[in-house]
């Protein structure tokens, strides 16, 4: 009982998981992107430097969100945030990863006393 784990998102990325084909009559919900890295961004800001490993898991997918099927999704909907970031995919797709982490973060993610995303 040395070990305490923090599971602060671990509701949000399983009522955000998206759910995968495997076989017939074999289906199973996988955490999606934004629910993937918001679990390793809270476990990087609660262990810090001690275990990068955090870190390095969370930076393909912010490097990569954009071409993960949100190219239609910048050119449309969100042609704007697009736009601000002078349509360099590189950059609208990490601020469009924390738009949508923050569609899913529930008010304890976002709490006062130890706010992990606003």
């Known amino acids: 009982m040395a ?3 923090n599971v602060a ?3 949000e990325a399983l009522n955000s998981a998206v759910t995968v084909h495997i ?3 074999c289906e199973i919900p996988v955490a999606s992107i934004p629910g993937l890295v918001m ?3 809270i476990a990087w800001l ?3 430097q001690s275990k990068p490993k955090d ?3 969370f930076r393909y997918p912010l ?3 954009a071409a993960a099927g949100n190219v239609d999704r910048l050119y449309g909907e969100e042609l ?3 736009a601000a970031c002078d349509y360099v995919f590189e950059r609208a797709g990490p601020r469009l990863l924390g738009m949508d982490i923050a569609l899913i973060a529930c008010a304890e993610s976002k709490g006062t006393d130890r706010p992990y995303f606003d």
């Open 23 to 25: 076989a017939d009559h």
């Open 3 to 5: 070990i305490v784990m």
């Open 39 to 41: 679990t390793k961004v």
């Open 63 to 65: 490097e990569n969100y």
């Open 9 to 11: 998102g671990y509701a």
């Open 55 to 57: 870190a390095v898991d």
């Open 46 to 48: 609660d262990r810090g």
């Open 80 to 82: 704007p945030l697009l």
